[in-house]
């Protein structure tokens, strides 16, 4: 079983910045996709932002130009830098990785419901002066 485990974590003032990191216990090339989420107390969790085993990268609108996700599967690491924090962001931050189920075809398609996810203790981030 993979284990994630986040780090970097902390109380920040507004407009700072924080880099958060995350190791993953075996071979993270294995992860079709990684990322970051996080959830803020009695809402879901939530899309920061992903990053596929191409370098392709996704991120919600709240990140787009403040933060950079970034992955190294030398290292076994995937990265979230995170610049001008606002309050807003306050929440907990879960590292998050996912292996897919592809079909045999040509080309191959992510079978659905086969979709093993794998999730970090997440790691608390405190915007505030």
């Given amino acids: 079983q993979v284990q994630l485990v986040e780090s970097g974590g902390g109380l920040v003032q507004p407009g700072g910045s924080l880099r958060l990191s995350c190791v993953a216990s075996r071979n993270s090339a294995r992860f079709d996709i990684m990322g970051w989420y996080r959830q803020l107390p009695g809402e879901q969790r939530e899309l920061v932002a992903s990053i596929t085993r191409d370098s392709t990268?996704?991120?919600?609108?709240?990140?787009?130009?403040?933060?950079?996700?970034?992955?190294?599967?030398?290292?076994?690491?995937?990265?979230?830098?995170?610049?001008?924090?606002?309050?807003?962001?306050?929440?907990?931050?879960?590292?998050?990785?996912?292996?897919?189920?592809?079909?045999?075809?040509?080309?191959?398609?992510?079978?659905?419901?086969?979709?093993?996810?794998?999730?970090?203790?997440?790691?608390?981030?405190?915007?505030?002066s």
């Avoid at 190294?72 to 879960?94: F, I, R």
């Avoid at 998050?96 to 075809?105: C, D, L, P, Q, R």
């Fill in 57 to 128: 990268m996704n991120y919600a609108d709240s990140a787009k130009g403040r933060f950079i996700v970034s992955r190294d599967d030398d290292k076994n690491t995937v990265e979230l830098e995170m610049n001008n924090l606002s309050p807003e962001d306050t929440a907990v931050y879960y590292c998050h990785g996912a292996i897919f189920t592809w079909t045999a075809s040509n080309p191959p398609r992510i079978v659905p419901g086969r979709t093993r996810d794998f999730w970090g203790q997440g790691t608390q981030v405190t915007v505030s």
